[in-house]
């Protein structure tokens, strides 16, 4: 089924104990599609400004991402973001942050993306979100991921969309922050019942849970010894979760089960190096060979 | 097998968002040996004070406990524990602790427990632990807990004991404080390398990791939405780990993973009461029933 990411593409740089990474591609779109191509073919929207280097594009162009809807906007300058973590790597501060042409309008959806069934509206304004979603009329799963910024100054708006959407990603204190509930099951249950069907919420280096009407299920992170940079994590879980939904066609709860599992492991490869180093060396076969020792981990007989 | 257990029997006041006990039977090996008994009898070696409330021991009765090792001291008081828990039941203080009986002399380990070969000692201090070891010549497996206090005044005894016994069993932030690894699975390998052949870190609402020579795994927690009191919660998943251990009389990685899911089950149970009054309530029949439930959820295929 076809699959689309619309969200941010940027340059990042990025500070950590394990070393730095200067100007180099990033965004939430740009993760989650790199992730999600191991599973079949992936259409980006999104826009850079004409400062975008074409080494970055080449990098792109590895994975098997159709970028008809990247639009290249002359005048404009390409979002940049300047993160450092912190001893843990499991806080970060921005150093930085220029929205650039992501302040602009949203770039248009090309004609030949509008049939796409499986949609991922990965962070920007809840109001382009919207916007955004009217334009697949095709869709059969819709899935949003959102931020502190959106649930602090536009939550009429939010609101709206998680009215519109079968699925919510975030992480836990944006559920927090979202329904005031400090447990996280009870925030789960809380944001079914603002509207989407289910609701994934990512916690960092303790996995993920997910609600989905009656059935609830939490999973581990794949215990990664060697995180170098955990930029682009819950992109690339979210990648890898709807790229598995899409091919299989399945929204089941076990479906939703093994899809978050990949998901889990394609962010566990991904913290494993800066940008899409790591994903840019990793095979299907990899993939798959974590996957099953993930699975025999979690395997109770 | 024969499981022993030895640590603190205490009266507990605690204060929760979710409401107050006052002066109820708690202490890490009450916690332990009730999760335990579930899969087979569990013998306790502890002090209480004159002052030990007839009820507490009645509530000790109902599990399948061996109390002769259960010193009731004339003229000492028993070990007392005032906590609160914060708003989302994930941090506590202490508002009053009295050591009381904990301060003086270990009771002495009756005659008919010297042959016990799963033995778990609760957290105590590490010179006290050292020498009940040596008081159970066909220990099979010794696993112990301890504490930030013994972690930060006692570490040359701490890491005689970890060079003595088969497992530890501690919290993150414990991992953390002995190892300085943030990275809990760094810290996890530090430790194996202090002498336990398997380390146990309990992460709370997030569950546990073990390492296991070259075994490593991660369990998530049983979803729990009905939090009451996180109270016993780490003594409790010891003695589902351990009791099953015990029962089948198997250490394989596999088995471990296995006990370590009984006893987020049997913590589960644990903090939806306080005291010991939910495990009072449930039967094995219901602890199989969660368990599959669990198992499924973690079944990827």
Not at 128 to 155: G, S, Y
Request: glycine residues 8%.
């Amino acid at each position: 089924m076809s699959l689309i990411v619309t969200g941010s593409i940027g340059i990042d740089s990025v500070e950590a104990p394990t070393g730095t990474a200067f100007e180099v591609l990033g965004g939430s779109c740009v993760y989650f599609a790199a992730a999600a191509s191991f599973f079949g073919p992936v259409r980006l929207v999104g826009a850079v400004g004409d400062d975008f280097p074409d080494e970055h594009l080449d990098v792109l162009n590895q994975f098997d991402i159709d970028l008809t809807g990247l639009e290249r906007r002359d005048g404009s300058r390409t979002f940049r973001w300047h993160g450092k973590y912190l001893q843990n790597m499991n806080s970060r501060e921005t150093v930085s942050v220029e929205p650039n042409v992501l302040a602009e309008a949203f770039p248009p959806v090309p004609p030949s993306f509008r049939d796409s069934q499986y949609l991922f509206l990965a962070n920007t304004h809840p109001a382009a979100q919207l916007e955004l979603l009217d334009q697949f009329p095709d869709r059969k799963l819709a899935v949003a991921d959102t931020m502190d910024l959106w649930i602090d100054t536009e939550r009429p708006v939010l609101l709206d969309l998680l009215g519109r959407i079968d699925g919510l990603v975030l992480n836990n204190d944006e559920a927090e922050q979202l329904t005031g509930e400090p447990n996280l099951i009870s925030a789960a249950m809380k944001i079914v019942d603002m509207g989407p069907k289910f609701v994934v919420i990512k916690k960092g280096e303790h996995g993920a849970l997910i609600e989905h009407g009656g059935a609830r299920a939490v999973l581990p992170a794949y215990p990664a010894k060697d995180v170098v940079d955990p930029t682009g994590a819950g992109d690339s879980f979210a990648g890898g979760m709807m790229g598995v939904l899409a091919a299989n066609d399945d929204h089941s709860p076990a479906a939703m089960r093994r899809a978050m599992a990949y998901g889990t492991i394609l962010a566990s490869f991904n913290i494993e190096s800066f940008s899409l180093e790591r994903l840019g060396q990793i095979s299907r076969e990899d993939i798959e060979q974590r996957f099953n020792e993930y699975r025999e981990m979690l395997a109770l007989e």
